[in-house]
C-alpha cells in the first residue's frame, strides 16, 4: 500500500472539488483497486470515515467509507454508487469534511437511503443505511456531483464558515 502522503485530500476552494465525477468503466478496475486502497489510506491517517475520489483530485465515481473504530475496521468501498431510494423522514446530524478541516455544521438529509453500487471484483450490490451511514453515503455520494454539505446551509452559515475556513487555512 503507497503511503497515505502520496494522496494528499484537496481543501475548499479547489474547483475540482465541484466538478462532476466521471462513471468509472471496466477498463479502470486496476487503477480503481489501487486508489481506493490509497484512498482508504488517506481517509484513516486524516482522520475520517469517508473519502470521495474527487477529493483527492481523481474525477471518477468512488467513494470509501468505514464508520468502524481502528481496532474493528469494515471498510465499504463503492464503485459509481447511486442512491436509488430515499425516506421521507429526515433526520439532522452535524457534518464534517475532509475538505473542509474543522468546519461543522448541522446537516438535514433522509433519514434512511438505499444505495446501487459495484463492488471493486465487479459485482452489482445494494446498501441500505440510516443514522451515520445514512448520513455518511449521502454525503460521499454529493461528493461525485461537485456538492459540497455547506450547500445545505443558508447562504449567511455558509460564508461564514467559509470565511473561517479560508482563514485557517491562510494560517496554517
Known sequence: ???????????????????????????????????????LAAMYAAPGIGLAAPQVGELLRLVVIDLQKEEARAPIVLVNPEIVAASAETA????????????????????????RYHDLEGARREIEGEGLLS??????????????????????????????LAKELKRA
Open 92 to 115: 439532522t446530524r452535524e457534518e464534517g469534511c475532509l475538505s473542509l478541516p474543522g468546519q461543522y455544521a448541522d446537516v438535514t438529509r433522509p433519514a434512511r437511503v438505499k444505495v
Open 135 to 164: 448520513a455518511c453515503l449521502q454525503h460521499e455520494i454529493d461528493h461525485l456531483d461537485g456538492v459540497l454539505f455547506v450547500d445545505y446551509l443558508s447562504a449567511l452559515k455558509r460564508n461564514m464558515l467559509l470565511r473561517k
Open 1 to 39: 500500500m503507497t503511503d497515505a502522503a502520496t494522496l494528499p485530500i484537496l481543501f475548499v476552494p479547489d474547483p475540482r472539488l465541484r466538478a462532476k465525477a466521471k462513471p468509472v468503466g471496466a477498463s479502470d478496475s486496476a487503477r480503481v483497486r489501487d486508489l481506493s486502497a490509497r484512498m
